[in-house]
């Protein structure tokens, strides 16, 4: 069911909503098989719903490492390959999905535990090994982590023999206790890192004030300084302005004189020619 599917792809938190909206709507419709079907299907916890979302986001990729997981198995038999090659091959692939799947995780809102972490490689190995084994889990729809396959489980799948019902990987349900313990404290530890975030905002802000305090007391002291200067040149330009007015006048008197003093003495000659 394409339904299911959507399911599986939600935001972890809306899962449980969204599944008793889907059980009700197939109720409704007159599906009530499949509407069980659907009410059955339990909450994943954080590590298997991050490897569901690597399946849906990353289908080529977890399909790589089933068909690697294929060829080692081959070579272990006997077949053609390089074993170690693959086999280094095949853990360089298991790292970097794990990784991929951590990220989803911390993207998810949820912790990144060293035990998450383990759990999340451990369910990536044994999706792989499992390929399209009768029985297998179906990628992209855990609803539990999952146990490493077996020596007995990988010896019947090499062998291509039909494993049995209690060789068959069993989902493992951590305990409500667990599960609570665990989202407790995850809890806290994005508490802790918005307390640090908050924190070091809180400094980042109280420097940029002491900046900003500074860089005004240093542009106001700039700014009398300036207004100082401005003051004396003021009173210089008026100084200096009164000073030419003197000046002018006392020239203007001074050509005053010289053109009497000139007048005068051509006077004097006049008469003396007479």
């Not at 539990?144 to 049995?164: C, I, N, T, V, Y």
């Amino acid at each position: 069911m394409r339904e299911i599917d959507a399911l599986f792809q939600l935001p972890l938190e809306e899962f449980t909503r969204a599944r008793n909206e889907l059980a009700a709507r197939l109720k409704k419709s007159g599906r009530a098989d499949d509407a069980e079907r659907v009410k059955a299907l339990a909450k994943a916890p954080a590590t298997a719903w991050a490897v569901n979302q690597l399946h849906w986001r990353h289908p080529k990729d977890v399909e790589k490492l089933r068909v690697l997981d294929e060829k080692v198995r081959k070579a272990q038999s006997g077949g053609p390959g390089d074993l170690r090659a693959l086999l280094d091959e095949r853990r360089k692939m298991v790292s970097d999905l794990t990784t991929r799947a951590s990220a989803i995780l911390r993207e998810g809102g949820h912790g990144v535990s060293p035990d998450a972490t383990r759990r999340m490689s451990i369910t990536i190995e044994s999706l792989a090994s499992w390929g399209r084994a009768e029985g297998a889990p179906q990628p992209g729809r855990l609803t539990a982590d999952l146990e490493p396959l077996g020596f007995d489980g990988l010896a019947a799948l090499m062998g291509g023999r039909k494993l049995e019902p209690a060789k068959v990987l069993q989902f493992r349900r951590a305990s409500k206790e667990k599960q609570s313990a665990e989202e407790e404290a995850a809890a806290r530890a994005r508490a802790k890192e918005a307390v640090k975030a908050a924190e070091k905002a809180l400094r980042d802000a109280e420097r940029d004030a002491e900046r900003a305090d500074a860089a005004l007391a240093k542009a106001a002291a700039r700014a009398a300084a300036v207004e100082k200067q401005k003051q004396e040149i003021d009173a210089r330009l008026a100084q200096a302005k009164d000073e030419a007015r003197e000046a002018s006048s006392a020239a203007r008197k001074s050509a005053q004189a010289i053109a009497d003093a000139q007048r005068a003495l051509e006077r004097e000659r006049a008469a003396l020619d007479e």
